[in-house]
């Protein structure tokens, strides 16, 4: 008996065309997770960790330069809007019409936006000495405060090359010229200077350097080497201008007997090599070995004229469209940001080399507070002060609670740095 064959009914037509309409406005609603980061945001230094976390998940996320602040976006992600609850993070759940509404916002030729995508978890290394708590420097402390996950390494594994495991690599406030801070005349006698002096004699000799600050000359050099190969590097208050003092002095003797046993070479400073220096080109520098103080490079409080009450910096504007890499640097819901003093408070403009790019500054006051260059494929930041919620942090203050400064302007420039390798490198726009 030949077999019957079967023809959909018009009932079952009709039901199958009824599954489809339904089915394709759900597919149009794949929905986005956007995190503002204007003055609505009332967490924005968790939004961060966030955008940090979602990259841990292999999650991309579009960092939407100067479009409300510097907001992220992603695609909704099991557990992204509870973690977000959790971390107090303002955030909108939006449809796809409303995402692709944004995005033609933002590529408007005349608008001075842009998207980039974050798609790789930098690994993090922050260059610190043992034992330092996360409050000692503002880094770790916003790292921490973030929930952003870091390696703690100092000279050995600098010289043993493990630089090359990380992409991102903060100098916490060092002194690269061996002189332990120039501590000296204030905390000689105290337990943990003689104790910082003894590790790093010790570590000196474990490396084959006669002196600390020989050791140091070699770090700086490792630095520079690991910028070079493509690592992104960034440095605070001291470690800014006293690496560049190292690097342009390598295999000068720049330091006096109290703190390496024999006195400094008299012609020191005409023995000094700017070529090899980042940022810094002409500077002098303080020889008195009792001064608070390594060159002319940080300006002096006589000469800055400001105060707690009056210090502010302004960002740079710059093009998202074809100059990048700056304009992710300063996102930020404020272009007016308050200063902050350090052992290295700003750097004297007329002693910057022609070549690095100006971040920030007090026009004013002729001096610059926010440094960017490139070297070889990497890149490195230099951004003067302590803390950027502490206008003069003193040893032994509480530190910082940065619970209560969750929108610090000053704060969001460092992890603007700390998420800036994960972008996705853009062909050059022509």
């Not at 790093?200 to 630095?223: D, N, P």
């Not at 024999?262 to 023995?271: G, H, L, Y």
């Not at 304009?327 to 308050?338: F, S, W």
């Amino acid at each position: 008996m030949p077999l019957k064959r079967l023809f959909p009914t018009p009932l079952l037509l009709a039901s199958l065309a009824l599954l489809l309409s339904l089915a394709a406005p759900l597919a149009a609603q794949a929905n986005h997770v956007f995190i503002p980061m204007d003055n609505t945001q009332k967490e924005h230094l968790k939004a961060y960790g966030i955008a940090f976390w979602l990259l841990q998940k292999d999650v991309p996320v579009d960092w939407l330069l100067n479009y409300r602040g510097g907001s992220f976006a992603c695609d909704v992600t099991p557990g992204l809007e509870n973690e977000m609850a959790v971390r107090g993070v303002t955030y909108q759940v939006i449809s796809e019409a409303s995402y692709t509404g944004i995005l033609q916002e933002i590529a408007d030729p005349n608008a001075n936006m842009d998207v980039m995508k974050l798609e790789k978890v930098p690994k993090i290394a922050v260059y610190t000495p043992k034992g330092k708590q996360p409050w000692d420097d503002a880094v770790t402390l916003v790292l921490t405060y973030a929930e952003i996950p870091y390696d703690q390494i100092y000279d050995d594994e600098v010289l043993d090359g493990k630089l090359p495991k990380y992409d991102w690599l903060h100098l916490h406030h060092e002194d690269f010229t061996g002189e332990y801070g120039k501590f000296y005349m204030s905390y000689r006698n105290t337990s943990w200077y003689q104790q910082q002096q003894r590790d790093s004699e010790a570590a000196a000799k474990r490396h084959g350097f006669r002196k600390v600050s020989e050791m140091k000359g070699a770090v700086t050099v490792k630095m520079q080497e690991f910028i070079a190969g493509g690592g992104f590097q960034f440095a605070m208050c001291s470690a800014a201008d006293t690496y560049d003092i190292a690097l342009a002095g390598l295999g000068v003797d720049m330091v006096e007997g109290m703190y390496d046993g024999d006195p400094a070479d008299p012609a020191a400073q005409s023995k000094l090599n700017f070529n090899r220096s980042l940022a810094f080109q002409n500077f002098r520098l303080e020889r008195d070995p009792y001064r608070y103080e390594y060159s002319n490079i940080d300006m002096q409080p006589y000469e800055r004229g400001l105060n707690e009450q009056n210090d502010y910096f302004q960002l740079f504007t710059f093009s998202a469209k074809y100059d990048p890499v700056p304009t992710m640097l300063c996102q930020n819901h404020e272009k007016t940001v308050h200063g902050f003093m350090g052992q290295t408070t700003a750097f004297r403009k007329s002693l910057i080399k022609p070549d690095v790019v100006l971040m920030g500054e007090t026009k004013s006051a002729g001096e610059a507070r926010y440094l960017h260059g490139t070297l070889g494929k990497g890149t490195w930041t230099f951004y003067g002060g302590h803390d950027p919620e502490d206008y003069q942090h003193l040893v032994g203050e509480e530190p910082t609670d940065l619970a209560l400064h969750p929108n610090s302007p000053g704060y969001r420039l460092i992890l603007n740095n700390v998420l800036f390798p994960a972008a996705k490198k853009k062909k050059q726009k022509t």
